[in-house]
């Protein structure tokens, strides 16, 4: 009978390298992360900004307005 051919095939089980595409380019990967960061900081200030508004206190012990005058010369 006639003898088959085989070609002496070595496996290549890890030993190619796949190289992974990056989600987002490196050209736009700062783009990226200064709209995230901005997006961020705008949502703190506005809910910062819309709480109530805080009530007034007593002022501190030893404070003078200065539109009011203590000290008398007459």
Not at 5 to 18: A, D, E, F, L, M
């Given at each position: 009978?006639?003898?088959?051919?085989?070609?002496?095939?070595?496996?290549?089980?890890?030993?190619?390298?796949?190289?992974?595409?990056?989600?987002?380019?490196?050209?736009?990967?700062?783009?990226?992360?200064?709209?995230?960061?901005?997006?961020i900081?705008?949502?703190?200030?506005?809910?910062?900004?819309?709480?109530?508004?805080?009530?007034?206190?007593?002022?501190?012990?030893?404070?003078?307005?200065?539109?009011?005058?203590?000290?008398?010369?007459?």
């Open positions: 009978m006639a003898k088959k051919k085989q070609k002496n095939k070595q496996r290549q089980i890890g030993k190619t390298k796949v190289e992974k595409k990056p989600l987002i380019d490196q050209k736009h990967k700062n783009t990226f992360w200064t709209i995230v960061i901005i997006v900081l705008i949502i703190f200030f506005i809910v910062n900004n819309t709480g109530e508004e805080p009530e007034e206190g007593p002022y501190p012990p030893g404070y003078h307005p200065s539109g009011v005058q203590t000290d008398s010369l007459n």
